[in-house]
């Protein structure tokens, strides 16, 4: 066997790790493991915070813009989690190369890499702990308590089959019987040269030339809101009621302000979900936001 390593152990040590961080949870270390056991640990805290974001992101009394950040809190999550697995089998493929393990190109190969199996069993060790707290609360009933006992039951047998099938994995590919190739897994989303959502926002930049038609319009209702606004302060000092002035200065504000942003930073366009005055507040109820957006959506177009 090449790997220095106890596959029981290291089961063992996930369901360990998930009672102590629900006590207390060490700030994330993403730094290069010395060790296997290590690697599959950090691997392991990025599942425990996935499940937690996963959890918040489900609460029906949370406020938009707190599910906003929970929802990009799990892509970062999910990214991550995804390398890991990849490193876990690149750190065993590391170990085979270095042992001279000997195959070739017709020794079989496992669909499922051990670095995603590790995962699933992270997945099922979180299952488990959840589970069984439904099993030990009190102000449920029987009937909830004894189909989660059964489910409970289920996630075991699964861990047991899933670690029979790991550890006969590892086996096999220590004496060559079987081979490992890292398949990376080219996560498109993330990347903002891959999803469309993302250079495509960066490649409708505002400009003079690629405005569009709302855009152009916006830029007229701007040039028109400013000239009123001078126009009543020089004609009518102090016949003007107050709040016309303010209306009139706060949305040409508005509007400079957005077209400054747009200008100096490609990724802050302005759209009906995400403008500058709402952004990172809960005002989807507001009239006022709704007005600005209306408009606003012409910036991005």
Request: proline letters at 2%.
């Amino acid at each position: 066997m090449v790997f220095m390593f106890e596959t029981e152990k290291l089961l063992k040590q996930q369901l360990h790790e998930v009672e102590l961080w629900h006590g207390f949870l060490p700030e994330a270390d993403f730094s290069a493991a010395e060790n296997f056991p290590r690697l599959v640990s950090i691997q392991h805290q990025v599942n425990f915070e996935l499940w937690h974001q996963e959890d918040l992101a489900r609460d029906p009394d949370v406020s938009d813009s707190k599910i906003a950040e929970v929802k990009r809190a799990i892509d970062v999550f999910n990214q991550r989690r995804n390398d890991l697995i990849e490193q876990l089998d690149q750190f065993l493929l590391n170990i085979i190369n270095a042992e001279n393990v000997k195959n070739n190109a017709e020794t079989e190969m496992n669909s499922e890499t051990p670095g995603s199996m590790i995962d699933r069993l992270s997945i099922n060790a979180l299952k488990i702990y959840h589970m069984d707290e439904e099993v030990q609360r009190e102000e449920v009933t029987a009937e909830h308590r004894n189909k989660c006992a059964a489910k409970l039951s289920v996630l075991r047998e699964q861990r047991q089959d899933l670690e029979q099938c790991l550890t006969k994995l590892l086996a096999d590919l220590s004496s060559g019987e079987k081979r490992l190739k890292v398949y990376q897994q080219m996560k498109m989303y993330n990347d903002e040269n891959l999803n469309p959502v993302l250079y495509r926002k960066a490649e409708t930049r505002w400009t003079g030339t690629n405005m569009g038609p709302k855009g152009i319009f916006l830029a007229f209702l701007i040039v028109c809101a400013i000239y009123l606004w001078r126009r009543h302060r020089k004609k009518a000092k102090g016949k003007t009621p107050g709040w016309v002035n303010w209306v009139l200065g706060g949305i040409a504000v508005y509007y400079g302000i957005s077209i400054l942003l747009m200008i100096f930073n490609s990724s802050w366009g302005v759209s009906v979900s995400d403008c500058w005055y709402c952004c990172g507040r809960n005002s989807d109820h507001l009239w006022i936001h709704r007005i600005f957006c209306m408009f606003s959506e012409g910036m991005t177009v």
